[in-house]
Every structure is written in C-alpha cells, then in structure tokens.
C-alpha cells in the first residue's frame, strides 16, 4: 500500500508519505514552496555519460580544495573548475571527465556534496545533475573563482560542456589533446523553478 499527499499553505509545501510492505514508513516533509526561476546546466553529454558536478554547502574553500585534490589522486581526475556562490561557504565544482550514470554516482556519493544534490539522478525524472548558472531572485549567479589542475588528461572529456563554461563563464579552457567527445552541440539547459534562499 502507498499514499502520498501534499497541499501549499502560504509559502509552505506540505507532504506525507505513507508505505507499507513488509516495514510500515511515514515520513513528513515541510518545505518553502518554490518561487523563483532560474536555468541550470545539466551533467548528461550527448553519448548518455555524465561529467562530474557537485554542489558543496557548509566546506570552506580550504576543504572543498583538500576534498578536491583526493579525489583527483584517487579516481584519476583531470582539472575542476571551483565556482562560488553568493552564500558563505557554498561552492560548485565541475570536472569535465565523462562517465557512466553509476561510475558517477559512485565519484559524487564519496563526496561531502550536500546529501540531496548526491541523490538528485534518483529523484528527477531525466536522471542527471543540475547547477544553477544564472541569476535567482536577488541572487547572483555563481561566480568563477579558481582551477585545480591535476597531471591527469587521460580519459574521455566532454567538448560541449568546456565550450559552454567558455561561453558562460568568459574561460578559456583549452581542448584536451586526446579524448574530447567533439560533441560540440549546445549541451542541455533547463529552467527550473526552486525557493529564493535554496
């Protein structure tokens, strides 16, 4: 048996689920009914791979780096890209090597990326990672800060996304020498509506 319930009071969203199967489970969520639309860049490359996004919220820089460059040396990562956002200590990163949905998935949940951002393919319907790129509201939209470079340029990296970081961000990415997809098309672009202070 399932039951799942959700009404708007004022800026509020309530839900209730109920399951049962073999253990009975009911949870209630209270969130800021979303009001500000926004675009975001989405992690899905033309060929089904993904590249690598993840949203960190409550690390300063020094660790976001620190959890970086582990990452790096432990999964054999080319550069990340480090953009800040108008909060205290909320940063983006992007990585532009490609992998499958569930070598992702693995890459991201080793992460300390905030705990709903690592399980947003399982929660959308398209199965993918977003990362606002513009404006929402009042706020600004996120703002490059710095590269990590890694020794590593094996593998197999996305030409659309490092074209588009190019055109957004005013970056000048260099193509990879070996292992760019050429898939140069515009990569996939959502609007999305989220509360002003998410």
Request: charged share 25%.
């Amino acid at each position: 048996m399932r039951f799942f319930q959700s009404i708007n009071i004022l800026d509020y969203s309530f839900s209730v689920k109920f399951t049962t199967y073999k253990v009975v489970s009911l949870t209630f969520l209270i969130a800021k009914t979303p009001d500000k639309d926004t675009v975001g860049m989405t992690s899905r490359c033309k060929d089904g791979k993904h590249v690598l996004f993840f949203d960190f919220d409550g690390l300063n820089l020094k660790e976001v780096i620190e959890e970086i460059s582990y990452l790096m040396g432990y999964y054999d990562l080319s550069n990340f890209y480090i953009f800040e956002n108008d909060l205290e200590d909320s940063f983006h990163a992007v990585c532009l090597n490609k992998f499958t949905l569930a070598e992702a998935v693995e890459i991201i949940s080793n992460s300390s990326a905030d705990r709903g951002f690592k399980k947003a393919p399982f929660l959308f319907r398209k199965k993918r990672w977003v990362l606002r790129v513009a404006e929402k509201g009042a706020r600004d939209k996120p703002k490059f800060l710095k590269t990590i470079k890694s020794k590593n340029f094996i593998g197999h990296f996305s030409t659309a996304h490092r074209l588009f970081l190019n055109a957004n961000y005013g970056l000048k990415i260099k193509p990879y020498k070996f292992g760019e997809d050429g898939f140069n098309e515009k990569i996939d672009i959502c609007l999305y509506n989220t509360g002003a202070n998410c």
